[in-house]
């Protein structure tokens, strides 16, 4: 049982637990976001479909997709840290 808790992270009873829980949550989003298991995993498919015909232009996109959101979380964690590393005032 010691390894089956060490690959689960965890005691078993917990682990189904959290895994619910998520479930739920992300079950929930995703029924507020109107999609359903089957269109994903549709999306994912035609998500490959356009990598593999695509090639070389899919990375591109990808490429353009990454500067976008850089755009936003690079500045925003880069004040995070600036914040986190600046002095208390003397506070500990």
């Known amino acids: 049982m010691a390894g089956l808790e060490k690959f689960m ?3 078993v009873m ?3 637990i959290k895994l619910v829980v998520v ?3 992300v079950g ?3 029924a507020w976001l109107d999609l359903t298991p089957w269109e ?3 999306r994912l498919r035609h998500f490959l479909e356009r990598l593999s015909a695509q ?3 899919m990375i591109k996109d990808l490429f353009g997709y990454f ?3 850089a755009v936003i979380v690079i ?3 880069l004040v995070l840290r600036l914040l986190k590393s600046a002095p208390s005032g003397g506070r500990k």
Do not use: E, Y
Request: charged share 0%; hydrophobic share 60%; net charge neutral.
């Open 9 to 11: 992270g965890g005691s």
């Open 14 to 16: 917990g682990t189904i």
């Open 23 to 25: 479930s739920v949550a």
């Open 28 to 30: 929930l989003v995703l």
């Open 40 to 42: 994903l995993l549709a």
């Open 55 to 57: 090639g070389f232009g």
């Open 67 to 69: 500067l976008l959101g």
């Open 75 to 77: 500045p925003v964690w």
